[in-house]
Structure formats: structure tokens, C-alpha cells
């Protein structure tokens, strides 16, 4: 909740209350971590099902092989992809963002040499 108040306490107060309403509910890897230079298994989950045409979602990542984009079929509420991973010499976090619109949503992917 927020509370917004005029100089001094003076004028108007009006109390929100912020809901999130992201179209994105989560975005997980299986497994996580991975060793670079394997596949992964993402599974990403929106927040309600999906309408009669499917979702489509944008897929981005630097550092990932995955699709460029994913639809969660009709009336589901997730749907899988793979990411294939690069090797590394070090471990390190690879960030997938998934975009309906203008509006993402980002997780990591732990890679291990």
C-alpha cells in the first residue's frame, strides 16, 4: 500500500494498493545449474491461460542457443524449450528474458565448466 500526502500533512491523502499484473509468472530451468556445453530444459508459465490463439512469447538471451520465440498453446498455461548452453571456463549466470509485448521477465541460468 502507499500513502501519498500533501507539504506538511496537508491536502488530499489517497491510498493505493499495487498489484502486480505481469503476463510472465516464471520462467525455470531444469536443471540449474548446468554444465556449459549441455542442454537445459526451460519452462516458462503465464500468470493466466492462454487465449484462443495461443500466447506467443519473445525469447532473448546473450549468452544462450533458444528459440527466438515460444507459444504457449490455447487455453495452457506453460509451455517447454530447450536452451542449449556454451562452455565456459568459469561459472557464471546467463539471463533469459521472456517478452509478451513490451513487458518481461528475466531469470538466470547457473553455467558450470
Do not use: E
Not at 536443471?31 to 503465464?46: F, S
Not at 549468452?63 to 504457449?72: F, H, K, S
Amino acid at each position: 500500500m502507499a500513502t501519498f500526502q500533501g507539504p506538511s500533512n496537508h491536502g488530499t491523502t489517497v491510498s493505493i494498493v499495487l498489484k502486480l499484473n505481469l503476463p510472465i509468472s516464471g520462467l525455470a530451468f531444469n536443471p540449474n545449474p548446468v554444465t556449459g556445453g549441455q542442454a537445459t530444459v526451460a519452462t516458462l508459465t503465464l500468470a493466466r491461460p492462454a487465449p484462443a490463439a495461443g500466447q506467443a512469447v519473445k525469447l532473448f538471451s546473450q549468452w544462450l542457443n533458444l528459440p527466438a520465440a515460444v507459444t504457449v498453446p490455447a487455453g495452457q498455461t506453460s509451455v517447454n524449450f530447450t536452451a542449449n548452453t556454451t562452455q565456459v571456463s568459469v561459472g557464471c549466470d546467463a539471463t533469459v528474458t521472456g517478452y509478451i509485448g513490451s513487458i518481461g521477465l528475466s531469470s538466470p541460468l547457473t553455467l558450470q565448466p
